[in-house]
């Protein structure tokens, strides 16, 4: 039975905001949990039993599906199980918060909207428990050694997964399917508080997932030989735990917003009524905003998760930056270049829904080169596979004038100016429906311009003095200094806006009217942001070469070798091409809810 109190909107919005608080209290109380029950048993263990070593594992060891490789198999299962998993634990994040809003501002169609995107996300998880339950049984059934020492080393935090796995299942379909039932007055509040409870549920199991991934890449509370020392809560905090649950959680929700964004130019492609159409495109931009949002802090939390990686192991840091994989970062600037200019293209696009926005589009061709300039040198390598002849035809291994182009220091500009165009983009567009009224306004506009200008100035500087002029130490310090001045700009453009919007004149917005060839951008969106996570996922795997458990478990199997980068380009395609048909499947069922069928007309009796 429900019990419940009206809450005023400043402290539900603090409530809200303590999802992630929550999620990771939570953890640490289940992991506190886990740790005591552990360290209880062996105290009550007799004194004789020893602990177990990582085993040697040997051909034995490994079992194999036919002639299909296993590593091929698990590879894809877990590809999509990951895909499916980062997409329904992304979507009850932003849903809840635009419900919120729409208990918050009175306005019906955003707990619409809230509504739809989880009757999207309900498809995707019944079959991301498919394929996860496929994993499991495909992990140990093919890698049952490997499977048994982690059983070994994680312990009753398997079981606490489990319990959460369940717990999450029941709260999501209480929420989904209690929308209606709660949906006014202070009943509200209880399906918000459900939805609160569904956040903090999914991002605790997305920290443990985590902590099994960054064990088998960093080990903490094992031995050089890979027995257990430490409890539960020492193997889960390695030094990449935090790293990359920041990159995963922040990844997740722009990749949630990338899909549901699809799904909405999808529709708006099949509107029938100009109602129709606006009311996606009004969805399609929703999610573009989402998308857009949480990308432009994910590189930095990248940068976090690679430096981190280097501090822990400067032989695996080589490895991802410098050695076989190098190249495949060309292949990530190419992906990511292609997510920034799809979506400043649709924010162009949207810009001609609203009357306001021709005071601004003068600014957009700036902005254009701006993206492309830095798009070309951030897709320059640093060296190139040549012949003998090619070599001294070029006079070197660098092109005089390229090679400047194709290190760090000139891709650290081109990336965070890259950020700080799209951010501009998002920044015009939110003005163009706006007029603003505020005494200070042409203070503002200038105190805005001016932060522009100097952040601009400082990024290239540091990138061209202290990248060009000084030692290597000098070099990665001052990267630090210019994330910290795109930070700036996107911090100072959401603080002075929001000031300044108080009080605004709202200008007519025509949904509906962006083009056909703007929604196709919102298509470009998911398709480059599932090909990026694969590719990333093959890196962060790759980097620990011939190891299951990076120094302590080593592959022994047939496929103990990182694969090339042609082997890995077509595995990661097959994945991405899978995916993308599950999410066409998962669109169509979603349709079929608003599908009905006419009525037989009856004959007249004779």
């Known amino acids: 039975m429900f019990t419940y109190i009206k809450l005023r909107s400043p402290l539900m919005s603090v409530f809200l905001l303590l999802v992630v608080f929550s999620s990771l209290t939570l953890t640490t109380e289940l992991a506190w949990s886990a740790d005591t029950i552990i360290e209880t048993a062996e105290q009550a263990a007799d004194a004789t039993i020893e602990k177990k070593a990582a085993p040697r594992m040997g051909p034995s060891d490994y079992r194999q599906i036919g002639s299909v490789s296993s590593r091929a198999f698990v590879w894809v299962v877990a590809q999509l199980h990951l895909f499916l998993a980062a997409f329904v634990l992304a979507v009850p994040l ?45 992990l140990f059934l093919l890698y049952p050694t490997f499977m048994a020492y982690m059983m070994e080393v994680f312990g009753n935090q398997v079981m606490v997964y489990a319990l959460l796995f369940f717990l999450e299942s029941g709260v999501l379909y209480i929420y989904y399917y ?120 994910l590189p930095f939390a990248g940068y976090w998760l690679m430096a981190e990686i280097y501090a822990y192991s400067q032989q695996m840091g080589i490895t991802a930056m410098g050695g076989i994989l ?81 290190i760090m220091p000139a891709k650290n500009i081109a990336v965070n100016l890259m950020l700080i165009g799209t951010f501009l983009s998002f920044q015009l567009y939110r003005r163009s429906d706006k007029e603003i009224t505020v005494a200070w306004a042409g203070f503002g506009n200038a105190l805005m311009a001016a932060i522009y200008l100097v952040a601009i100035a400082n990024v290239i500087f540091l990138g061209v003095y202290y990248g060009y002029y000084t030692n290597t130490v000098y070099k990665v310090g001052s990267s630090v200094a210019q994330v910290m001045s795109t930070l700036i700009v996107i911090i100072a453009g959401v603080t002075i806006d929001t000031m300044m919007f108080k009080g605004a004149k709202n200008l007519p917005v025509t949904w509906g009217k962006i083009s056909n060839r703007g929604v196709y951008a919102l298509f470009a969106l998911p398709i480059a942001f599932t090909w990026l996570m694969a ?46 048909i599950l999410i066409l499947f998962i669109f169509w069922v979603a349709s079929l809810s608003e599908t009905r069928q006419a009525v037989p007309v009856q004959k007249s009796e004779q």
């Open 535 to 580: 590719l990333m996922g093959y890196v962060r795997s790759s980097v620990r070469t011939h190891w299951h458990v990076y120094t302590v478990i080593k592959d022994n199997s047939t496929d103990n070798f990182i694969p090339n980068i042609g082997y890995a380009a077509n595995m990661m395609t097959v994945a991405t091409v899978a995916f993308l």
């Open 326 to 406: 190098a190249w495949l970062f060309i292949v990530q600037a190419v992906l990511i270049g292609t997510i920034l200019l799809a979506a400043n293209y649709y924010l162009w696009n949207g810009m001609s829904r609203c009357e306001g926005s021709k005071r601004y589009t003068w600014l957009i061709k700036y902005i254009a080169v701006t993206l492309v300039g830095s798009f070309l040198i951030w897709v320059t390598p640093h060296t190139l596979i040549l012949s003998a002849k090619e070599i001294a035809d070029l006079g070197g291994s660098h092109h005089p004038l390229l090679g400047p182009f194709g």
């Open 94 to 138: 932003f849903v809840t918060v635009i419900e919120w809003i729409g208990v918050k501002t009175g306005d019906q169609r955003y707990d619409d909207m809230a509504h739809e995107f989880m009757k999207v996300s309900m498809t995707a998880y019944s079959l991301t428990a498919l394929f996860g339950g496929t994993l499991a049984f495909s």
């Open 178 to 297: 209690s929308w209606y039932a709660l949906r006014y007055g202070n009943k509200k509040y209880v399906h918000l508080s459900l939805g609160v409870l569904l956040n903090g549920v999914g991002t605790t199991l997305l920290f443990v997932a985590n902590a099994w991934a960054t064990f088998m890449m960093a080990p903490s509370g094992v031995d050089e030989a890979g027995v257990v020392t430490g409890g539960i809560w020492d193997i889960m905090r390695g030094p990449l735990w935090n790293p990359l649950n920041l990159h995963r959680f922040v990844a997740n929700i722009a990749f949630g917003g990338a899909v549901v964004g699809a799904y909405a130019g999808y529709k708006m492609l099949s509107a029938r009524t100009m109602a129709q159409r606006a009311h996606y495109d009004w969805m399609g931009y929703t999610s573009n905003f989402i998308a857009v949002l949480a990308f432009l802090p």
